[in-house]
């Protein structure tokens, strides 16, 4: 499931993987938050936000970090779609999630998606070079030849400005990925050039 959606943006087949998941073992607490995360569901979501805060104590520490990241999420989007206005502090959420993801990869360091999710904090809350500097120190040899590693370290190059050298990573990606049906290079390929103000390409 984190592969398809983090490097092919694959979302359907993406959400079809957590489900299987969570039908293979019900009592999978960070499979159905995953589920609820990408899910268009308001009843779904409210109806899992509900189940996991009752099964989250039960949850060894590390996966109460990333539950506790987890669950804010699935609050805003259910506040969204719900219309509720969203507490004025809400943003504290960003701070914990930074805090909550860091805890965990410096633990386990060659677990790759979260440390992909850890990094896009680290952008949102810090910017792109910081976001930048963090996606070289901290991805191994083996991590930063996975494909979102590889377009994301060109995203982050061209909103410095440094569109060549995000082009000729956005080839090595497109390389790699090597499959005309794969969205994702097409996607990269956009993104740079719309910050080029390169339209027509």
Do not use: C
Not at 62 to 87: H, I, M, S, W, Y
Not at 90 to 97: E, L, P
Not at 128 to 149: G, M, N, R, W, Y
Request: hydrophobic share 35%.
């Amino acid at each position: 499931g984190w592969e398809y959606i983090m490097d092919y943006g694959q979302w359907s087949l993406s959400e079809n993987a957590f489900r299987k998941a969570v039908a293979f073992d019900s009592s999978f607490v960070i499979g159905k938050s995953l589920v609820g995360k990408i899910s268009d569901d308001l009843n779904e979501r409210i109806r899992l936000l509900n189940e996991i805060n009752l099964e989250k104590s039960k949850e060894n520490k590390d996966n109460q970090l990333l539950l506790e990241v987890t669950l804010a999420t699935l609050e805003l989007f259910n506040a969204r779609d719900q219309k509720q206005k969203l507490e004025t502090n809400i943003y504290s959420n960003f701070k914990i999630a930074e805090n909550n993801y860091r805890e965990f990869i410096h633990k386990y360091p060659n677990e790759t998606y979260i440390k992909a999710e850890y990094i896009e904090i680290l952008q949102s809350n810090y910017g792109s070079k910081i976001a930048l500097d963090s996606l070289h120190l901290l991805t191994t040899e083996k991590q930063k030849e996975i494909p979102f590693f590889i377009s994301y370290a060109a995203t982050l190059e061209s909103d410095l400005g440094n569109y060549k050298k995000a082009l000729l990573i956005a080839d090595k990606f497109n390389s790699k990925i090597n499959d005309t049906t794969i969205p994702q290079p097409y996607v990269l390929y956009a993104s740079i050039y719309l910050k080029m103000d390169s339209l027509s390409l």
